[in-house]
């Protein structure tokens, strides 16, 4: 299956690289994608060399071109970035932003036309298949808008729709989510270190073990904490574990670090905003 659209991805960073390896894979070919940045030449070459997309320094010209615009740049590029294109974004072309935070009436007041933006927060393993994407649609968009942005990010994994009010919380759930997977990993790898097993076992154990517990949490219809008490026996060795993890704190740190990141995402979106207005 394949679509003739062509798309310019406006940032090139992990985000942007993560779509562009499962777009590729699927749905589009490598020549149906421009890539362009704010300045980083290497990194435009690397992208173009490991995916063999398109690649252009001159944004206004990527723009122009396609048919779907990725606002894929850094949160301090934002401004700057979207006004840098806005003379060249036309009405009848769809905008996909990625951008953590970022209203989408922020970018229809900064680009200063009625255009559709379909807001995503699709997380980076995007690059295997297997992002977890939340999409909402702004005030211009329509269905219409929203069945291309699905097709498109059904190709790097499973979509949902959501208000646009909840994205700060998809954010940092499941946009963030991977980070605090890895960071869990980190310290298994750590704490098997220190057990003595060695790297490479280790690895296979931890991963492994990941990839099963997540499969049983897909095809079980039992709650989490049936499945954690189905392996706790009394007296035994997880039990044991678990008493450290809640000496810990470990769910209230877990539930703390989502809350904290769903903050920082309105902080984001408001500071945004209060640059949105200084730029007027």
């Known amino acids: 299956m394949t ?3 062509t798309i310019a991805f406006i940032g090139a960073g992990s985000m942007a690289e993560a779509l562009i390896a499962g777009m590729t894979k699927t749905l589009y070919k490598p020549e149906q994608i421009i890539v362009t940045n704010r300045s980083n030449q290497e ?3 690397y992208i173009q060399n490991t995916y063999h997309v398109r690649v252009e320094t001159d944004k206004e010209k990527a723009v122009k071109e396609a048919d779907i615009i990725i606002l894929a740049m850094k949160p301090k590029d934002v ?3 979207i006004t840098s294109i806005a003379q ?3 009405k009848h072309q769809l905008i996909i932003s990625v951008l953590a935070g970022v209203a989408t009436e922020t970018i229809i007041s900064l ?3 009625n255009v559709a933006i379909v807001r995503a927060m699709p997380n980076t393993s995007a690059a295997i298949g297997q992002s977890a994407t939340a999409l909402a649609l702004g005030r211009y968009a329509n269905n219409k808008h929203l069945a291309i942005a699905k097709d498109l990010f059904r190709t790097v994994g499973v979509v949902t729709v959501v208000p646009e009010e909840d994205l700060h919380a998809v954010t940092a759930l499941s946009g963030s989510g991977p980070a605090y997977i890895y960071y869990m990993v980190e310290a298994m790898e750590k704490a098997a270190k220190e057990i003595g ?3 490479s076992v280790a690895k296979d154990l931890i991963l492994q073990t990941i ?3 997540a499969e049983m949490l897909k095809s079980s219809a039992k709650h989490p904490s049936i499945l954690r ?5 009394p007296g035994g060795t997880t039990e044991a574990g678990i008493k450290m993890l809640e000496e810990y704190r470990y769910q209230e740190a877990v539930i703390s670090c989502i809350k904290q990141a769903t903050k920082r995402s309105i902080e984001l979106g408001q500071s945004l905003l209060q640059l949105v207005k200084t730029h007027r």
């Open 3 to 5: 679509n003739t659209k």
């Open 111 to 113: 680009i200063g036309k």
């Open 229 to 233: 008490k189905e392996v706790t026996s």
């Open 88 to 90: 060249a974004i036309g």
């Open 197 to 199: 097993l060695e790297q």
């Open 79 to 81: 401004v700057e970035g």
């Open 211 to 213: 990839t099963g517990a």
């Open 43 to 45: 990194r435009l070459e």
